[in-house]
C-alpha cells in the first residue's frame, strides 16, 4: 500500500510543532531530544512518540495491567533507596510494583525500503525487539524497543513483602536496568551520527547505598 505523501508530510510538520512545544515546556526527556531531532532532520522518517526509559512505581494486580493500574511514582533517571522507601508508607489499592522499562522510540517512514534501513539501525545498536507495528497510507510505523524490562513487587495491600534493610540491592539493580538502556541509546547515536550522552552521573548514582 502506497504512503499518501501529502498526509505523511502535514502529519510530519504537526509532530515537528508539538516535539518543538515539548522542548519548550520542559516536558520532553533531554537525553533523547537529539535522537528525535536527527529522525525529523531525515526526509524520510519522523517521529510519534518516544521515551527514554523510565522507572515507575504502579499500583495495580499486575504490572502489565494498564487498566487497572495507576502510575503512583515516575522518573527518567536512576531513584534512590529513600524515594522508594517514602512510597512505600502510602496506601495501596492493589500491590505496588517497582518497574524498568528501557527506551521506546516510534519512528513513522514514507517506504518499506526505509523502515528497514531503520530497522536494521536500531538493532544493530541493540534494540533486538524492535519491529514494523502498522502500514497504511500514514506511513510505516516502526517501533523501536530495546526489550530492557523489570518487575519487582513491593508491597500487597497494606503488608510490605521485600526486606527493607535490602532496599538499596533492589534500587540499585533497577539503576543498573535502567542505565543499560541508556547505553543503547548511546549505540543508537552512534548508529545515527550523533555525539554520545554523558551518563557518569547515572553510573555514580548505582555505587551508592
Known amino acids: 500500500m502506497p504512503v499518501d505523501m501529502e498526509y505523511w508530510r502535514k502529519w510530519k510538520e504537526e509532530m515537528l510543532s508539538r516535539l518543538k512545544r515539548d522542548i519548550d515546556v520542559g516536558y520532553l526527556d533531554e537525553d533523547i531530544k ?6 525529523f532532520q531525515n526526509e524520510h522518517t519522523f517521529t510519534i512518540s518516544s521515551c527514554s526509559g523510565r522507572i515507575t512505581l504502579i499500583d495495580g494486580p499486575q504490572p ?4 487497572n ?3 503512583v511514582f ?3 533517571e536512576p531513584i534512590t533507596p529513600k524515594e522508594v522507601k517514602e512510597m512505600l508508607t502510602q496506601r ?3 500491590k505496588l510494583w517497582l518497574v524498568v522499562t528501557g527506551p521506546i522510540i516510534h519512528v513513522c517512514t514514507d517506504s518499506i525500503k526505509e523502515a528497514l534501513k531503520v530497522l536494521k539501525l536500531a538493532r544493530e545498536a541493540g534494540m533486538k525487539h524492535s519491529g514494523i507495528l502498522s502500514m497504511s497510507k500514514r506511513g510505516i510505523i516502526v517501533e523501536l524497543r ?4 523489570l518487575a519487582i513487587l513491593l508491597k500487597i495491600k497494606d503488608e510490605i513483602v521485600i526486606d527493607e534493610n535490602k532496599l538499596h540491592l533492589i534500587v540499585r539493580a533497577a539503576n543498573e536496568a535502567l542505565l543499560e538502556g541508556k547505553e543503547r541509546l548511546n549505540r543508537l547515536r ?7 550522552h554523558n551518563y557518569n552521573t547515572y553510573h555514580n548514582s548505582i555505587t551508592v547505598k
Open 74 to 76: 515516575k522518573k527518567h
Open 190 to 196: 552512534a548508529k545515527l551520527g550523533l555525539r554520545p
Open 34 to 39: 537529539d535522537i528525535l531531532l536527527k529522525f
Open 69 to 71: 493500574s495507576t502510575i
Open 146 to 149: 530495546t526489550g530492557v524490562r
Open 64 to 67: 502489565w495491567d494498564r487498566k
Open 92 to 94: 495501596v489499592l492493589h
